[in-house]
T-cell receptor, first 119, second 113 residues
């Protein structure tokens, strides 16, 4: 249980293109999902918290207009990198925790990431 | 806290030996800790977790130890296997902080045959 799926797994596109990444919870409903970015040989950095039916909460230094997040249903959050440039190239990973696993702290479950390469 | 660097610490162990991976955290308000395993090109995979009211928890071949006094967390892997080769991250969570995770630097575990 608690499977999180991301799509696409890899994107290569030209500078200036907008790219949409999907994150789905396959066997549970997630009112909250998280988006991370990871550069090579580095740790995961939280970008934003995606809240179903409301605006996302962005971490300090993350541009809201650059990274658009939409969480329109309990099983889907999308991250759109607008007008992507080479410096946006990174590994983007989403996660969610299954509130159905019980009260209190529960681990976040991660998708397999999206490798974004901007030429 | 978060230590982000260009070089992952590496731990090399012989197959069959026990591995110990350490992690220091900075937020004394953190009350939940998780170890994740990340293989190349994949997302982190949950290994084991521990709440702050415990100091030890065991799983299958893995044990997590928590020392809140010095804000230290460790992951012990018994009888390390080649399939254990990956990057291991500790993560801390403050339930009152919106369930956000803060990841540690990560340790590359290499299992030598």
């Amino acid at each position: 249980g608690a499977v999180v799926s991301q799509h696409p797994s890899r994107v290569i596109c030209k500078s200036g293109t907008s790219v949409k990444i999907e994150c789905r919870s396959l066997d549970f409903q997630a009112t909250t999902m998280f988006w991370y970015r990871q550069f090579p040989k580095q740790s995961l950095m939280l970008m934003a918290t995606s809240n179903e039916g409301s605006k996302a909460t962005y971490e300090q230094g993350v541009e809201k207009d650059k990274f658009l997040i939409n969480h329109a249903s309990l099983t889907l959050s999308t991250l759109t990198v607008t007008s992507a440039h080479p410096e946006d190239s990174s590994f983007y990973i989403c996660s969610a925790f299954d509130p159905g696993q019980g009260a209190g702290n529960q681990p976040q479950h991660f998708g397999d990431g999206t490798r974004l390469s901007i030429l | 806290g978060e230590n982000v660097g260009l070089h992952l610490p590496t731990l090399s162990v012989q197959e069959g030996d026990n591995s110990i991976i350490n992690c220091a955290y900075s937020n004394s308000a953190s009350d939940y800790f998780i170890w994740y395993k990340q293989e190349s090109g994949k997302g982190p995979q949950f290994i084991i977790d521990i709440r702050s009211n415990m100091d030890k928890r065991q799983g299958q071949r893995v044990t997590v130890l928590l020392n809140k006094t010095v804000k230290h967390l460790s992951l012990q892997i018994a009888a390390t296997q080649p399939g254990d080769s990956a990057v291991y991250f500790c993560a801390e969570n403050n339930w009152g902080g919106g369930n956000k995770l803060t990841f540690g630097t990560g340790t590359q575990l290499k299992v030598e045959l």
